[in-house]
Each structure stands twice: as structure tokens, then as C-alpha cells.
């Protein structure tokens, strides 16, 4: 008995030694989440177009408009990417139970026909619903688990990752075209205002890049006919970056809408793949309405309209509507 009772403690330890990696893992994506949204306005707010306010009239507007989109984009973004984490993507509620008893298929069976059964987490899995291994349990309308939120994309969850999409490519996009002037000036050799701050900064992102000593590279420099071309060399990297950041995001937000326009996920469409015609498909503009909700104000905000909530089933994730005329051939 002392033996057992010893090695339950043991064991004990090990799973929240698990649990407190785990946890630990999902902090860290975060933070460097966060660290690349700090980064980027740094570069954008503090270093360009904060001091470009108390330049000239035609600059001092055009940085006004910039810091204004950039804002309002980064506001829409960080509500959507905190949605995305802290939203359950959907829990199969307590001894749930079909309404129709029929043959129980396996976990990876899609066959309406069919009772799906979980044999991981002993309990019947509702339609679209699929095992998530990294959550350990099934998850409603499961589309795949996102590393970058730390969590499982699914029912509950989807517009808001969607949106996530949409607001980090606008946002990345429009980091692109504003450090345009700084790519322009690093390949015609111009020089751009720079604060010495700012070059300082510049100097200990890059040290171990140049190889040279910070300190005296920085005096250097300063007094180099060609001060700005390590400046606009800086800026020029990160617009690099962002064009590339831009153009996977939008591969991946184009592969996410044609799954909304066809009703899909993406663990459907891998396992579905040679279904000849899917059962949910009710065309684009009601597969659209399906996530985003019926009321046209909430379709690009993260939230959804309590009217919404009351009359659309299929936002709570358990029940899907089917294309009536597969339905009336299936139960012809």
C-alpha cells in the first residue's frame, strides 16, 4: 500500500511538472507574440512617425493618418488575437446524447448515417466534431489547433481567428508601404532623418551582425558622410520581413476562405477530400452567415449579436443545418 500510495505521489509530480511546461510553452508563444507586436510599434510609432507629427504640415498629416490606421488596426487585431486565445473553441457538453440512436461509426467516420463515438474521451462525438491530441479532448467543429493562440480553432472560435487573419494582414500590410521610403533609401544611397536614440537602438539590434564594437561603430558612424545607410539597412530588414509575413498570411487567409465558402474545415477537407458533394455546403452566402452571424454590424468585430446567438444553432456548435436537397434524396 505504501508502494502505490508512494508512486501516486510520484506520479502526481510528473503531471504537474507536465501541466507547468505546458503552460509555460503557451506563455512564451504568447509573449513572442507580443514581442513582435512591441517590436513593430516601436519601429513604426516611436522611431518614424511619432516624431514625423512635429516636422513639416504635408508630413505631419500624412504621419497623423498612418498612426491613426495603424491604431485602429492594432486595436482590431488584439481583440480578435485575445478572443482567439481565451474563447473555448468548444467543449462536447456532459453526457451528451444524439437525438436519433443509430450505428455507432469510429472516430474518423463523417457518415451522417452514423453515431460517431470518441474512444478517447468515452463519449459520443455531436456532427463535425473531432479529438484534439494536443487538448486531450474533442472539440466541436474542430478546424486545427494554432500554436500561435495556443489554443484550438473551432466552433465557438473561428470568426475570431478568421479576423485575427484579416487584421494582421491589413496591419502588416500597412507597416510594408510606410517603411517603403526607408527600402527606397537604403537602394539610392538618400539619407533619412534619424535621431541619435534611434540609432543606438539600430547599433544594438545589429551589433553582433556588423561584428564590430557597438560603441565606437555608433561614434563612427555619426560622423560618416554615409551615417544613414546602417539606419535605412535596419528599416529595410523588417520591411522585408513584414512583406513576407504579409504574403503567407494572405496564401493562408485565401486557403480559409474558400473553406468558408464551401462550409468546410480544414480536418474535414483533409479527410473529405473525395466526397463528391458535401451535405453542408448551403452556398457561399449562407456558409458566410454561418459563422459570422446574421447581423451585417458584427461581421468584422470579434462578438457576436445576442439575436444571433438565440436563432442560429449552428454558432453553439452542436447542430448544423444539412443542404435540403441532399436531405430530401437521403430520405427518399
Known amino acids: 500500500m505504501e508502494e502505490k500510495s508512494v508512486g501516486g505521489e510520484g506520479g502526481g509530480v510528473v503531471l504537474k511538472v507536465l ?6 510553452r503557451n506563455s512564451m508563444m504568447i509573449v513572442f507574440f507580443l514581442s513582435l507586436v512591441s517590436f513593430t510599434y516601436y519601429i513604426v510609432v516611436v522611431a518614424i512617425y511619432g516624431p514625423s507629427l512635429l516636422h513639416g504640415r504635408i508630413q505631419s498629416i500624412s504621419a497623423f493618418i498612418v498612426l491613426l490606421i495603424f491604431h485602429a488596426l492594432l486595436v482590431m487585431l488584439l481583440w480578435s488575437y485575445f478572443s482567439v486565445v481565451f474563447t473555448d473553441p468548444g467543449r462536447v457538453p456532459l453526457n451528451w446524447r444524439p437525438k436519433i440512436c443509430k450505428n455507432i461509426g469510429d472516430d474518423d467516420s463523417y457518415d451522417d448515417q452514423r453515431i460517431r463515438y470518441c474512444r478517447k474521451c468515452n463519449q459520443f462525438k455531436p456532427p463535425r466534431c473531432h479529438h484534439c491530441s494536443s487538448c486531450g479532448r474533442c472539440i466541436l467543429k474542430m478546424d486545427h489547433h494554432c500554436i500561435w493562440v495556443v489554443n484550438c480553432v473551432g466552433a465557438l472560435n473561428y470568426k475570431y481567428f478568421l479576423l485575427f487573419l484579416f487584421y494582421t494582414l491589413l496591419e502588416t500590410a500597412l507597416v510594408t508601404v510606410s517603411l517603403f521610403p526607408y527600402v527606397k533609401a537604403f537602394f539610392s ?15 544594438i539590434a ?8 557597438i560603441c565606437n561603430s555608433f561614434i563612427a558612424v555619426t560622423q560618416h558622410k554615409h551615417s544613414y545607410l546602417i539606419y535605412n539597412f535596419y528599416y529595410f530588414m523588417h520591411a522585408a520581413f513584414n512583406l513576407v509575413f504579409v504574403l503567407s498570411i494572405l496564401g493562408f487567409l485565401i486557403m480559409h476562405v474558400s473553406l468558408v465558402a464551401t462550409n468546410t474545415t480544414t480536418t474535414e477537407a483533409i479527410k473529405t477530400s473525395t466526397t463528391p458533394k458535401w451535405h453542408y455546403n448551403l452556398g457561399w452566402r449562407k456558409n458566410y452567415e454561418q459563422i459570422f452571424g446574421n447581423d451585417k454590424r458584427y461581421w468584422l468585430i470579434p ?14 456548435g452542436l447542430e448544423y443545418p444539412i443542404d435540403p436537397d441532399l436531405e430530401a434524396l437521403q430520405q427518399s
Open 189 to 203: 544611397d538618400e539619407d533619412v532623418f534619424v535621431s541619435l536614440t534611434t540609432l543606438a537602438v539600430s547599433f
Open 206 to 213: 545589429f551589433g553582433e551582425l556588423l561584428r564590430c564594437n
Open 19 to 24: 501541466m507547468f511546461c505546458t503552460r509555460l
Open 303 to 316: 462578438a457576436y449579436s445576442e439575436e444571433d446567438l438565440r436563432q442560429m444553432t449552428a454558432l453553439h
